[in-house]
């Protein structure tokens, strides 16, 4: 019997992985809904008064929204008490968050610090903002969550990438839940290195088991039902169960793509990152999102999230039911 057999025969089938909370700190859009358009354009998560606080002090950008979606989609998920503290089972509760340029910003300050007065001028306080994995450890902190925590800075696909992981997390039993963050902060380092203006965004969302979260009686939004990463969005497509040409309720992506509709038909078709310019490493999570605002708008069909494509390394798709 091969690894994979016996890796696939451990996966119980009762493991149908749900999102259980959504949660938005996005200017101009106030509920995941908003997503599916026009956008409001107005109201929505306020960055003057959102990002400040006692609790925020000492942290970067894409932490401080972060914590922000975070607390958001633990709230609908109905994993905190009125006090906010995390109600789930911490030890066995994940956090893994998506972003590429999250805290470019406080790894150039620092090395540009180093570079003109030398290493003993750097703030001890603001070191520990240039860790890659900084905004997931500040969630974890904040709720005491002591599940797998990482961060998956992948390009294009690191959104969806970062939902696929915390999947794979939940249904292997290595977490009961997870929380999935995709962030992406507006500063001039992001804007830099984009060439256009940045987006401050943070998304997030709870992923678990079916039935762990029908016992609790939370309202599943979503069913993550598939997903695939390949050298292009025709072998992602095949990967994720999804035929050429097939139909389905909702397309999320970049239908500018060369050769994207040829290859799929879609009852409707929303390109996020047009409506609200670069998103990066938190578009998968938004497109996310999304589908879940689609399902609960009584429209049928099944979605499908893609990102990448001809003018990236790589494309992924997810699959999503209701």
Same mark, same amino acid.
């Given at each position: 019997m091969s690894t994979t057999s016996i890796a696939r025969r451990r996966i119980p089938n009762v493991r149908e992985v749900v999102v259980a909370g959504i949660g938005l700190a996005l200017p101009g859009v106030a509920t995941y809904g908003d997503l599916l358009g026009p956008l409001p354009g107005a109201g929505g998560f306020d960055v003057a008064t959102g990002l400040s606080g006692r609790e925020l002090r000492h942290k970067d950008r894409a932490s401080r929204l972060a914590l922000w979606a975070a607390e958001s989609a633990l709230h609908d998920a109905g994993l905190t008490d009125d006090a906010a503290a995390f109600t789930? *089972?911490? !030890?066995?509760?994940a956090v893994v968050v998506s972003t590429n340029l999250g805290n470019a910003?406080? &790894?150039c300050e620092a090395a540009a610090t180093i570079a003109g007065a030398g290493v003993r001028a750097l703030s001890p306080l603001g070191l520990p903002q240039t860790s890659s994995n900084v905004t997931a450890g500040w969630v974890a902190i904040r709720y005491g969550l002591r599940g797998p925590n990482l961060t998956v800075c992948n390009g294009a696909t690191s959104g969806l990438d970062a939902l696929a992981w915390a999947r794979n /997390? =939940? #249904? *292997?039993?290595? *977490?009961? *839940? $997870? #929380? =999935? =963050?995709?962030?992406?902060? $507006?500063? !001039?380092v992001a804007t830099k290195l984009l060439g256009r203006q940045s987006t401050d965004v943070a998304v997030a969302v709870v992923l678990e088991p079916a039935h762990a979260a029908a016992s609790r009686g939370a309202r599943p939004r979503a069913t993550i039902a598939g997903y695939a990463r390949a050298q292009d969005l025709s072998g992602a497509l095949a990967a994720a169960g999804v035929a050429q040409e097939e139909s389905v309720g909702l397309w999320l992506g970049d239908g500018a793509e060369a050769g994207a509709r040829r290859l799929l038909a879609a009852t409707r078709h929303i390109d996020l990152e047009a409506q609200l310019g670069p998103l990066s490493g938190a578009l998968g999570i938004l497109q996310c999102a999304a589908a879940a605002a689609h399902f609960e708008s009584g429209a049928t069909g099944r979605v499908l999230a893609t990102a990448g494509g001809p003018r990236h390394d790589a494309a992924a798709a &997810? /699959? /999503?039911t209701p």
């Amino acid at each position: 019997m091969s690894t994979t057999s016996i890796a696939r025969r451990r996966i119980p089938n009762v493991r149908e992985v749900v999102v259980a909370g959504i949660g938005l700190a996005l200017p101009g859009v106030a509920t995941y809904g908003d997503l599916l358009g026009p956008l409001p354009g107005a109201g929505g998560f306020d960055v003057a008064t959102g990002l400040s606080g006692r609790e925020l002090r000492h942290k970067d950008r894409a932490s401080r929204l972060a914590l922000w979606a975070a607390e958001s989609a633990l709230h609908d998920a109905g994993l905190t008490d009125d006090a906010a503290a995390f109600t789930g *089972a911490a !030890d066995e509760t994940a956090v893994v968050v998506s972003t590429n340029l999250g805290n470019a910003d406080s &790894v150039c300050e620092a090395a540009a610090t180093i570079a003109g007065a030398g290493v003993r001028a750097l703030s001890p306080l603001g070191l520990p903002q240039t860790s890659s994995n900084v905004t997931a450890g500040w969630v974890a902190i904040r709720y005491g969550l002591r599940g797998p925590n990482l961060t998956v800075c992948n390009g294009a696909t690191s959104g969806l990438d970062a939902l696929a992981w915390a999947r794979n /997390l =939940v #249904v *292997a039993g290595r *977490a009961e *839940a $997870a #929380v =999935v =963050v995709g962030v992406e902060p $507006a500063n !001039d380092v992001a804007t830099k290195l984009l060439g256009r203006q940045s987006t401050d965004v943070a998304v997030a969302v709870v992923l678990e088991p079916a039935h762990a979260a029908a016992s609790r009686g939370a309202r599943p939004r979503a069913t993550i039902a598939g997903y695939a990463r390949a050298q292009d969005l025709s072998g992602a497509l095949a990967a994720a169960g999804v035929a050429q040409e097939e139909s389905v309720g909702l397309w999320l992506g970049d239908g500018a793509e060369a050769g994207a509709r040829r290859l799929l038909a879609a009852t409707r078709h929303i390109d996020l990152e047009a409506q609200l310019g670069p998103l990066s490493g938190a578009l998968g999570i938004l497109q996310c999102a999304a589908a879940a605002a689609h399902f609960e708008s009584g429209a049928t069909g099944r979605v499908l999230a893609t990102a990448g494509g001809p003018r990236h390394d790589a494309a992924a798709a &997810v /699959l /999503l039911t209701p």
